[in-house]
């Protein structure tokens, strides 16, 4: 596989992975994994950067009329300013715990991504906990009715998803069912969370490029197209997604993170 053509799977892989309930990190360590050396990708975080910043303009786009009022309500603006301003201060206290845990334990964390091992024990939990979402009761609450404990076992439960193998989106959309939201607040909240997540994520990596920057790098053009395929097929994954959580079928992915999670161990 050449260069560009692995870049451009990647991307597929990022994008697609980002908001489906299968974990994009532990997708792209076992991408890594399949491709061997000589892959042509950089060995600095330049690439996933642009390919976390492509999905990270899909949520916004696709949740722009939320953004904007919650960015309205934040200055002041709109017609329900308290209500916004609340809401960003869930959004920051819900980030808490992802913001200490990567900070905390930033090399052990690192140490998970070097070996398919740990992603494809954490694949069989992401299974698990997809699955166990058809016994959930239908609820009903929206955004309004989000407590302070509620905000924070939903960021406790982002924090391990920092672990590859574990799904962000899956994981925090059904944490917020299991705590009374209804499914489409439940997935609001999590996309909504998932922008000062993937944006931090995104800056950890910055000062690693520079450090690297006397690494032979790739085109400017195929980071480019990187970006661009990581948020088209974010954005599709997305919509996918909402349609999936809404029928109630989120649970659909569960023997497909058992599958990949039973190949990363057969690989190691």
Request: hydrophobic share 55%; aromatic share 10%; charged share 10%.
């Amino acid at each position: 596989m050449g260069p560009l053509l692995a870049i451009l799977v990647l991307a597929a892989i990022q994008g697609l992975t980002e908001y489906l309930p299968v974990s994009s990190s532990g997708h792209l360590v076992l991408f890594r994994l399949l491709l061997g050396d000589g892959n042509g990708l950089p060995e600095d975080a330049s690439l996933e950067v642009w390919l976390h910043l492509g999905t990270l303009l899909a949520v916004l786009i696709f949740y722009r009329r939320r953004v904007a009022e919650l960015f309205h309500g934040v200055l002041g603006r709109g017609d329900d300013v308290p209500f916004q301003r609340r809401l960003f201060g869930l959004l920051v206290l819900a980030s808490i715990p992802a913001g200490l845990v990567g900070y905390f334990f930033e090399e052990p964390l690192q140490r998970l991504f070097s070996s398919p091992e740990p992603a494809g024990a954490a694949l069989l939990l992401t299974g698990l906990i997809l699955w166990a979402s058809r016994s959930l009761p239908e609820r009903f609450g929206t955004m309004r009715d989000l407590t302070v404990g509620a905000v924070v076992l939903i960021g406790m439960v982002q924090a391990l998803a920092i672990a590859p193998g574990i799904s962000r989106s899956g994981t925090t959309i059904v944490a917020g069912c299991a705590l009374g939201l209804g499914i489409e607040a439940a997935a609001a909240f999590s996309f909504l969370l998932s922008i000062p997540a993937i944006l931090g994520a995104a800056v950890l990596k910055v000062p690693a490029i520079f450090a690297d920057r006397g690494e032979a790098g790739i085109p400017f053009g195929h980071m480019a197209l990187s970006f661009v395929v990581s948020f088209v097929v974010g954005l599709a994954a997305l919509v996918l997604l909402l349609w999936l959580a809404r029928s109630r079928k989120l649970s659909w992915f569960a023997p497909y993170c058992w599958a990949a999670g039973l190949a990363a161990l057969a690989l190691s």
